[in-house]
């Protein structure tokens, strides 16, 4: 399952976070490439941070997803695409039209949960075209033991989008990693818990 999304309608859910992280793991089993499809670019600012050639490849596709899918499309490597923080836009669409795992990244709060129905809705459109798109909310910056974070699963059961068993946490390694231009493999033990949910993540969403 080599193409990857991350999409969702809001900013700041944890899109680019999740992206940066999810493909630096990847990349340790095959090749990875970041496709970079938010006109905000924050995927392409992470590379040039890290400014080390062993990073994953973050390649433009804001203007041209489709091509840039085919142009790096293979079996034997994993394309992890960062989207705008809006359903409505067109990269949002081509995207879904094109994975195999979308993913939407959701802050535990209500408001963040109402932006995903919308989601749902695109995600049952893309299907028309590609039958066999998975998607999974995936609760992040999920703070443990807070009334609000038990609210927020009966809330998730309720659509029709089933969300990820895994949640992300709330960590400062995902911050301090990012501002490196690394990801949280890149920490040592500091980064150890953060690793591990994102392996955990990747286990449940594409050997499922
Ligand atoms: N699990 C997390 N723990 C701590 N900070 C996070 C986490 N996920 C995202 N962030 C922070 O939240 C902000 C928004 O995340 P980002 O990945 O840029 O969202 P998006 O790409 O959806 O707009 C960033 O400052 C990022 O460092
Ligand atoms: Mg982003």
């Keep these: 399952m080599p193409v990857i999304a991350l999409v969702g309608n809001k900013g700041g859910a944890g899109k680019t976070t999740l992206c940066v992280n999810l493909a630096a793991t990847l990349a340790a089993s095959r090749d990875t490439i970041i496709l970079d499809a938010d006109p905000q670019r924050s995927s392409l600012q992470w590379r040039i941070i890290a400014e080390d050639e062993s990073t994953v ?59 995903t129905v ?28 807070t009334r609000l974070s038990r609210l927020v699963r009966t809330a998730l059961a309720e659509l029709s989008v089933p969300a990820a068993a895994t949640a992300i946490r709330r960590r400062v390694s995902y911050r301090n990693a990012f501002l490196e231009g690394r990801s949280v493999i890149d920490l040592g033990s500091r980064g150890a818990d953060a690793r591990e949910e994102i392996q955990q993540l990747i286990n449940e969403v594409l050997e499922s």
């Design 57 to 115: 490849p973050v390649v433009d596709a804001v203007d041209d997803l489709p091509s840039q899918i085919d142009i790096h499309v293979d079996d034997n490597r994993y394309l992890v695409l960062d989207c705008p923080p809006s359903v409505q836009a067109v990269q949002t669409r081509q995207a879904l039209e094109r994975c195999d795992v979308a993913l939407i990244p959701v802050q535990p709060s209500p408001l963040d949960l109402w932006a």
């Design 118 to 145: 919308h989601i749902e809705n695109e995600i049952e459109r893309a299907r028309q075209r590609n039958p066999d798109l998975r998607a999974f909310i995936v609760v992040n910056q999920m703070e443990p033991r």
